[in-house]
């Protein structure tokens, strides 16, 4: 049902998405459907928790036992291939974040969740490149963790509404600007 959804999502939006469409493309009754998520707010912050799970599935993966920069980076490589090899699921994952910021969106707390997460690891990151001595010690952790999400929010934006951005060298630049800005004096040189 969840990939019924995704698939629904992408070709009708949020609105044209009905629950009965999904039990019909997954194959159930509505019924069903309604009886699994209750509602359309339901099924909506189900989405946002299965692809959520993925993405973070993957992120894991990426990152693994790396800190400091090495995460940042690992994460954004991630990030690109997520966008290369699920293109469906993140652009739902945006147009549910999007949805969110709607006062009746009953799911809104979900995906404030997920970015706060976000922001949580890229400031530990931060926080554990800083003791290694290979972030500069003068950054702000946890307002770097903010402007690196909403840059990489945007970035992934942007190139949602305009396909033909040269993403992945958007996200090769993405990596030097991080490793230039972030980079503590001996660790630019490298």
Known sequence: ?????IELLVARGVIGT???????????????????FGSKAGLLAHVVEFVGAEWRRRLNSAVAARSGLAAIRGAIDALAAFIAEEPHDLRVMYLLWFQS??????????????????????EAWVTQGQRAGKIRRGVDPQRVATMLAASIAGLVFHWLVTPELPIADLHRQLKRDVNRLLAAKRERRS
Not at 1 to 5: F, P, W, Y
Not at 101 to 122: F, K, M, S, T
Request: proline content about 2%; glycine content about 8%; charged content about 25%.
């Open 18 to 36: 009905t629950l009965a469409a999904i039990g019909e493309k997954a194959g159930y009754s509505r019924g069903l459907v309604t009886h699994r």
């Open 101 to 122: 910021i709607d006062p009746g969106a009953e799911y809104r707390a979900n995906v404030a969740a997920v970015h706060a997460a976000q922001r949580r690891d890229l």
């Open 1 to 5: 049902m969840s990939r019924a959804a």
